[in-house]
């Protein structure tokens, strides 16, 4: 059950009208998650400050049980969700950063009880 949060310093008027619902296609194939399991946050216009410089920018947390939890798989991951976000937000690849978290399943609550016991 992967979860990703987009933060950006972008007005809501520079984004896609279906950023939210591509980003969660998107990581469905990256991740080899069904897209019935993503979870999707886009939160806009922040006030924002990256490597020092207030430029247009954002930042992108992964978060999902099994599939991010090594150096080689985040590397490949990383490579094709930087490619979605540059082109999706017309940014360089310099203005956006990525965070990769493990989860275990006892993480995660669904239906009144934890991932571990579904």
């Excluded at 933060?7 to 809501?12: M, V």
């Amino acid at each position: 059950m992967p979860f990703l949060e987009l933060d950006t310093s972008l007005p809501a008027g520079r984004l896609p009208p279906s950023l939210a619902q591509e980003l969660c296609t998107a990581a469905a194939a990256i991740l080899d998650k069904p897209a019935e399991r993503v979870n999707v946050t886009v939160r806009s216009g922040l006030p924002m400050v990256l490597a020092g410089s207030d430029e247009p920018c954002a930042q992108l947390l992964v978060s999902s049980i099994g599939v991010v939890g090594s150096a080689e798989q985040n590397q490949r991951h990383s490579a094709r969700f930087f490619d979605f976000l540059a082109a999706h937000l017309n940014l360089l690849p310099e203005r956006i950063v990525i965070r990769f978290y493990p989860l275990e399943p006892w993480q995660i609550g669904k239906n009144r009880t934890v991932m571990t016991f579904l």
